[in-house]
């Protein structure tokens, strides 16, 4: 899944899929969109600051716990990844997003995937 995110137009894909079959997956339509906006934290962070490195993680970290279930142990590690450190002058790691990045490609994977049953048409890919 994470190949197929990294590429604008699969991703363009994934999410009309989403947003066409809404009353489906309509509750996985932030799940796209918290892995994109970790996507770009992650290809922007040489470019900012450590300060808008900070506020750019606890803007995504505080939208993720708002938007999307996630497991307890992974909201303490990412908000140890993202809030761990007290120094204002230090960014919060362009790695923070890490796993919170996997748990997002794994859970889009496993829901939007149907598998087909043998000889059956697969109607709902993306």
Known sequence: ???????PKA????NKFLDRN???FDEYIPYAKIWEEIRHFVLDFEKMNAGK??????????KAMKDIKMPSHLKVLTN??????????QGPGKD????????LC?????????RA??????SDEP
């Open 80 to 89: 140890e990844n993202v809030n761990g450190d007290s120094n204002p002058d």
């Open 117 to 122: 049953k043998p000889g059956e048409e697969r």
């Open 96 to 103: 923070a997003f890490d796993d919170l990045s996997h748990f």
């Open 53 to 62: 490195q900070n506020k750019k993680a606890k803007v995504i970290f505080d």
């Open 22 to 24: 809404r009353e489906k």
């Open 11 to 14: 991703f363009d894909a994934i």
């Open 1 to 7: 899944m994470r190949s197929l995110l990294v590429e």
């Open 106 to 114: 794994d859970m889009l994977q496993t829901k939007v995937r149907r």
